[in-house]
């Protein structure tokens, strides 16, 4: 059974760095597409950024520059990188995970996998 767990979340300050991480274990694939997704409240759950195996990643446009996404394949995880940090990134952000890519970047076309972690909360303070 894969579980996503990740972890890094917290409250800062506009301006400031946070890394998320996100861990994928328990299945049998050796590697697996994982992205970051994020739902402010009231607002639909995002897409924010996604890693294929192959190390090939694609960002939400107006994301791409502030947050980096990446990845250890010897500790199975996932990180983004969050730089620049505004009140608007203000949101739950969940780790997503799937044996097949979550993304086609030439049809810009994105899609949720089927592994899901349980969130992170990110503040950021103005």
């Known amino acids: 059974q894969v579980q996503v767990t990740e972890s890094g979340g917290g409250l800062v300050q506009a301006g400031d760095s946070l890394r998320l991480s996100c861990v994928v274990s328990g299945g049998t694939y050796s590697c697996y597409s994982t992205g970051w997704w994020r739902q402010a409240p009231g607002k639909e759950r995002e897409f924010v950024a996604a890693i294929r195996c192959d190390d090939g990643t694609y960002y939400k446009d107006y994301l791409k520059g502030r947050f980096t996404i990446s990845k250890d394949n010897a500790k199975n995880t996932v990180y983004l990188q969050m730089d620049s940090l505004k009140p608007e990134d203000t949101a739950i952000y969940y780790c997503?995970?799937?044996?097949?890519?979550?993304?086609?970047?030439?049809?810009?076309?994105?899609?949720?996998?089927?592994?899901w972690g349980q969130g992170t909360q990110v503040t950021v303070s103005s």
């Open positions: 997503n995970a799937d044996e097949n890519p979550l993304f086609n970047s030439k049809a810009r076309v994105v899609r949720q996998g089927d592994y």
